[in-house]
């Protein structure tokens, strides 16, 4: 079945560092994939998309690039705020058949620190 | 516009007790979604609708698990007979559409603690 794995957290960072969160996945078809945030004591929020290969979502200096030919969609932001901290979900949702649900990845807590 | 709600925030109940979880999704919206989150845990998949039908119940992990939509608007997550594994945060979704390209826009949780 499809599946998703993303970079165990939490991972720690200073203020005005580079981001990645690694996500890759499983998936027969052509998913959809997205990553969703979920700032502290706030529901869960859609941060970007991309439903073909080689799209580029972006938000808020947040971008993820669809790569099929390595199954990722790995999150990036140039330069992280105190205020970016959460846990961020990458997800898919597949093409076909049964298209609508999500599958989630386990999520990464992201702490900034000043 | 008013996003999805979902009511009670927080239940505590005692094990073997039946509760009731309900989600009022944004108005409009067809296609509505439950999901858990287990402490720990991504989120996982419980069951989709399409209007006041159930095309996919897959994830519903027992028989003591049901859901219902009426008007093609409210629905009621109902677990019979509560078991300490049943304590997690179950969310509510709703899209405008159900294909996999259509955002899914997430209510607050509810938190259901089974002493």
């Known amino acids: 079945g499809d599946s998703v794995t993303q970079m165990e957290g939490p991972v720690t960072l200073s203020e005005e560092a580079f981001l990645t969160i690694n996500c890759t996945y499983t998936?027969?078809?052509?998913?959809?994939l997205f990553w969703y945030v979920q700032y502290p004591g706030e529901g869960l929020q859609l941060l970007l998309k991309a439903t073909k290969a080689d799209d580029k979502g972006s938000n808020k200096g947040f971008e993820a690039t669809y790569r099929k030919e390595t199954t990722s969609f790995h999150l990036e932001k140039g330069s992280v705020q105190v205020s970016d901290s959460a846990v961020y979900f990458c997800a898919l949702s597949g093409h076909g058949g049964g298209g609508n649900k999500l599958t989630f990845g386990t999520g990464t807590q992201l702490k900034v620190e000043l | 516009g008013a996003g999805v709600s979902q009511s009670p925030s927080n239940k505590v109940t005692e094990k073997g007790k039946d509760v009731e979880l309900r989600c009022d999704p944004i108005?409009?919206?067809?296609?509505l979604y439950w999901y858990r989150q287990r402490l720990g845990q991504g989120l996982e998949f419980l069951i989709y609708f399409q209007g006041n039908s159930a095309p996919d119940k897959s994830g519903l992990p027992s028989d003591r698990f049901s859901a219902e939509r009426t008007g093609e608007s409210v629905s009621t997550l109902t677990i019979q007979r509560t078991q300490q594994e049943d304590s997690a945060v179950y969310l509510c979704a709703s899209s405008f559409k159900a294909g996999p390209t259509d955002t899914q826009y997430f209510g607050p949780g509810t938190r259901l603690t089974v002493l």
């Open positions: 108005s409009g919206h067809t296609a």
């Open positions: 998936a027969t078809g052509y998913p959809s």
